[in-house]
């Protein structure tokens, strides 16, 4: 978690569009099921 962590802090620290937060947002949640799937493929 605290990749995560830093990940949004580093995000948050710059000014953004609603725009750019929603695009990022997406990518994030895109990432995590990805992320998430694979562990789910791996379990037994």
Do not use: H, W
């Given at each position: 978690m605290a990749t995560?962590?830093?990940v949004?802090?580093?995000f948050s620290e710059?000014?953004?569009t609603e725009k750019e937060i929603?695009?990022?947002a997406d990518a994030l949640?895109?990432?995590l099921?990805?992320?998430l799937a694979?562990?789910?493929a791996m379990s037994p």
């Amino acid at each position: 978690m605290a990749t995560l962590s830093t990940v949004g802090k580093q995000f948050s620290e710059t000014p953004r569009t609603e725009k750019e937060i929603t695009v990022f947002a997406d990518a994030l949640a895109d990432m995590l099921c990805a992320y998430l799937a694979n562990l789910a493929a791996m379990s037994p």
